[in-house]
DNA sequence: TCTGGGGTCCTAGGACCC
DNA sequence: TCTGGGGTCCTAGGACCC
């Protein structure tokens, strides 16, 4: 039986949450960025967008480009709320809601749709239902598989509605450029240009074993996306495989080459990393840092160890330890740091106990934490 | 004062083991 | 003249996504 799938995606995320606070914000062009120094914008809205203003962009280079834009610094949390919001709108339509990201969702109507009269209904019923609660708007693609709804919602932004047809699944990628798909950035998209493939149509008719030659275990994947066809599930929130890692990284007001601040920054950074993590219930076991440099060279380090942690204080002093293994020849931009390897729970019996006690004095600080801001109370040497 | 932050998946070479 | 081979884990880096 073929499946129906939605893809929504809300328009403009951010900054529409912000304009819906902030009516002054409203016909004119503003944007979200991630902090007022040293960022890049976030999000866009409509009236930025003539000037040239995209995600990705230095706020400076926004600011050059149109003198008037409002910068918004970002609420990451105003965001999630309204997203859980959002995301229990689409429950109510399917349980089969796939978040796949903060502002986007894949929702599959295949048996819900026998309760509704058509997936267009199903569609425009949801937006509906948005705009009423939230002040915002979504577009929405229609199709029979992932890849495909999630190209329909890109082709009418903002506020779109667009169905892909199985019989018009042919038609509608005949002439459009590989890169339009997901899954294709610019460096495959560039790969497959320079074999003369531009068009979906072109990609779906070459040679698939030319194709593995030259990808590898993706060649088969791209031949079919050059088809239209996708088989992967809508996965639902609680069938959702657990976090494989952590990570925090922050760039620093100004480039610094000094100890002090670089040892403060990644004991709040692995801080930051052990709270989610024990929020979660994880245990971890390879600790890595990222550091960019002045001059933007970034590289990463890390190692495993041979048990699993989730203090701050263990993950910061392996993440130190790292740090101090490496020659630093220019000021540091920006520090990360991560933990993946990660179990749900401690596996070791003959130390529960002992585990178990400092566990309750960590959720203890977690608490705290979580209640009076960041850096109340943590281990020593964080001021 | 050009260039954020949080993820996933894949590759490739070396170590190590049987 | 000789240099097996398969499997797993480790590290580092890159592509891609929002």
Redesign the pocket.
């Given at each position: 039986m073929d499946r129906l799938i939605l893809h929504i995606?809300m328009d403009a995320?951010f900054i529409s949450v912000e304009q819906s606070d902030n009516p002054e914000l409203q016909g004119k062009p503003a944007a979200v960025?991630?902090?007022l120094?040293?960022?890049?914008v976030?999000s866009a809205n409509y009236e930025a967008r003539p000037f040239g203003i995209r995600?990705?962009m230095?706020?400076?280079?926004a600011k050059r480009r149109c003198p008037q834009l409002i910068l918004v610094e970002?609420n990451h949390s105003k965001y999630t709320e309204t997203a859980a919001r959002i995301f229990s709108i689409l429950r109510e339509f399917t349980p089969l809601v796939e978040v796949?990201?903060?502002?986007?969702a894949y929702l599959d109507i295949t048996q819900s749709l026998l309760l509704f009269q058509s997936p267009l209904l199903v569609a425009q019923s949801i937006k509906n239902r948005i705009r009423q609660k939230e002040q915002l708007t979504c577009s929405i693609g229609v199709a029979p598989n992932k890849l495909l709804a999630?190209l329909g919602s890109?082709l009418k932004k903002p506020d779109g509605l667009m169905v892909i047809l199985k019989r018009d699944v042919e038609e509608v990628l005949k002439d459009l450029p590989v890169?339009k798909?997901?899954?294709?950035?610019?460096?495959?998209?560039?790969?497959l240009n320079s074999m003369g493939i531009f068009t979906c149509g072109q990609l779906g008719r070459f040679p698939v074993s030319v194709l593995d030659k030259r990808?590898?275990?993706?060649g088969e994947r791209l031949h079919e996306m050059g088809l239209g066809l996708d088989d992967n599930p809508v996965v639902p929130f609680d069938e959702e495989?657990?976090?494989?890692?952590?990570?925090?990284?922050?760039?620093l007001e100004e480039d610094t080459s000094d100890l002090n601040i670089l040892r403060r920054v990644l004991l709040q950074?692995s801080e930051?990393?052990s709270r989610?993590m024990r929020r979660e219930g994880f245990y971890g076991?390879?600790i890595?840092i990222t550091v960019?440099y002045?001059?933007?060279f970034?590289?990463?380090?890390?190692?495993?160890l041979f048990k699993w942690v989730n203090s701050g204080n263990e993950i910061f002093q392996h993440a130190f330890q790292?740090f101090e293994s490496i020659p630093h020849p220019k000021p540091i931009?920006?520090l990360?740091v991560?933990v993946?390897?990660m179990k749900k729970e401690w596996c070791q019996l003959d130390l529960f106990e002992k585990r178990e006690k400092k566990d309750n004095l960590l959720k203890a600080m977690d608490r705290v934490n979580e209640r009076f801001g960041d850096w109340t109370l943590t281990w020593g040497g964080l001021y």
């Open positions: 995606d995320f960025c991630g902090s120094i040293r960022s890049v976030t995600a990705g230095s706020t400076q280079e970002g796949a990201s903060v502002d986007e999630k890109g890169s798909l997901n899954g294709i950035g610019p460096k495959l998209g560039e790969a990808f590898g275990v993706i495989e657990d976090a494989k890692s952590f990570s925090h990284s922050v760039t950074l930051k990393v989610r076991r390879r890595a960019r002045s001059d933007f970034t590289f990463s380090k890390q190692k495993t790292i931009r920006l990360g991560g993946s390897q």
